[in-house]
């Protein structure tokens, strides 16, 4: 556990929201190596000059920071990219689901273990999940998921994983109608919901914006910069990303929740 404002609110909590890829679920660890070269295919149709590599690196770089959105906007964003090498590109929903299929079949085992029974929910969770959630409920703070995946998928993950019962119907996700629903609505929910203040909520995540967006409210944003192919230790790109979107406290997972409670007074 790092601390990087010493001086952040404590206690009085009443809220937790909690990202889900890669902040308690690791089924899609691995998805920027589907989405990444999915859309390096798109952009070498306009017939561009840069090499793969120098595509490739375009596309890291916004996939990464739109992370934690809906995967519509990283979509978006692809068209847009298209556009400006003279390409025609399909809306942004068709490149959606073109990544979706990908990416279910990549996890298609994984989701066939946890249903079986013949794979232990902890092995596709961030450690110590189960642990931080059963506290937090324990000590009567509502518990929210919101995630940039879509709901249906979230949901199913979710009950595979064993989380689902945690959050008692509050499981947040995606939708087609991607104006419909940010995690900053449901941030914002919270905030009307307690009256007009973020200081009771804390927000988990491994993206930049369930981060900034908690701060943003005044609550107290946790920093869940997992490894997710180690799973171990603290991923320092993720750390130094999440430092800069206003992290108060950074993690690896949850292996050391007690001091974890005891810093945020819980």
Avoid: C
């Avoid at 120098?54 to 596309?59: P, Q």
């Avoid at 959050?167 to 629903?181: C, K, L, M, S, V």
Wanted: glycine letters at 12%; charged letters at 30%; aromatic letters at 6%.
């Amino acid at each position: 556990m790092e601390i990087i404002k010493h001086d952040h609110h404590r206690a009085n909590f009443s809220t937790v929201m909690f990202d889900f890829d890669g902040t308690l679920s690791l089924i899609r660890e691995g998805w920027p190596e589907v989405m990444i070269p999915m859309m390096v295919e798109e952009l070498k149709k306009t017939g561009t000059g840069e090499s793969e590599a120098e595509l490739a690196k375009i596309v890291e770089e916004f996939v990464m920071r739109l992370n934690g959105r809906q995967t519509i906007y990283q979509m978006i964003q692809l068209a847009e990219e298209i556009t400006k090498r003279g390409g025609k590109p399909e809306e942004p929903l068709v490149y959606k689901h073109r990544y979706q299929d990908r990416l279910l079949e990549r996890i298609e085992g994984r989701l066939q273990g946890l249903a079986s029974g013949k794979v232990p929910q902890d092995a596709w969770t961030v450690p110590g999940s189960h642990d931080v959630l059963e506290k937090l409920k324990a000590k009567g703070l509502r518990l929210i998921l919101a995630s940039g995946t879509d709901e249906v998928f979230v949901k199913r993950e979710a009950d595979l994983l064993g989380v689902a019962k945690f959050f008692e119907g509050r499981i947040h996700g995606a939708i087609d109608q991607y104006t419909n629903f940010s995690k900053k609505i449901v941030v914002d929910k919270i905030v009307a919901e307690e009256g007009g203040s973020g200081r009771g909520l804390i927000g988990f995540g491994d993206g930049f914006v369930e981060i900034q967006e908690t701060g943003r409210a005044g609550g107290t944003p946790i920093a869940v910069a997992s490894d997710e192919v180690n799973r171990e230790g603290v991923n320092l790109w993720k750390r130094d990303r999440l430092v800069g979107a206003g992290a108060h406290i950074v993690i690896g997972d949850y292996r050391n929740v007690d001091k974890l409670l005891e810093q945020l007074e819980i």
